[in-house]
């Protein structure tokens, strides 16, 4: 089982990345779905979940930081999930990690709630 990101890189202040959140041996729809990023010498923050497909009307949660900006997705058929990152500012520069809670149907923003990570994608945003 595996959970790989990408879609990070460099780009400017005011531009987008889409991140992709990608699983392999295992269905992503029967877990939530979490984003975090971590930067240097801070600590991990959680960005946005989304609730497993039996979470009724499962709207996604998102820190404030990025609130209006990011928006997160997921397509069953690719087994992927999306983070939609638009308006980046520098202080999102960071490494994002994608991660699934077993516990669901709904998610939190809490890494503790997490039980499988992927590896991470680095995101850098100029100014």
């Known amino acids: 089982a595996r959970l790989v990101e990408s879609g990070g890189g460099l780009v400017q202040a005011g531009g987008s990345l889409r991140l992709s959140c990608a699983a392999s041996g295992f269905s992503l729809d029967v877990y939530a779905i979490g984003w975090f990023r971590q930067a240097p010498g801070k600590e991990r923050e959680g960005v946005s979940c989304?609730?497993?497909?039996?979470?009724?009307?499962?709207?996604?949660y998102f820190a404030d930081s990025v609130k209006g900006r990011f928006s997160i997705s997921r397509d069953s058929a690719k087994n992927t999930v999306f983070l939609e990152m638009n308006r980046l500012e520098p202080e999102d520069t960071a490494v994002y990690y994608c991660a699934i809670d077993s516990h669901g149907p709904g998610c939190y923003l809490r890494a503790v709630e997490y039980d499988f990570w992927g590896q991470g994608t680095q995101v850098t945003v100029s100014s």
């Open positions: 989304l609730g497993n497909r039996d979470s009724i009307g499962g709207s996604p």
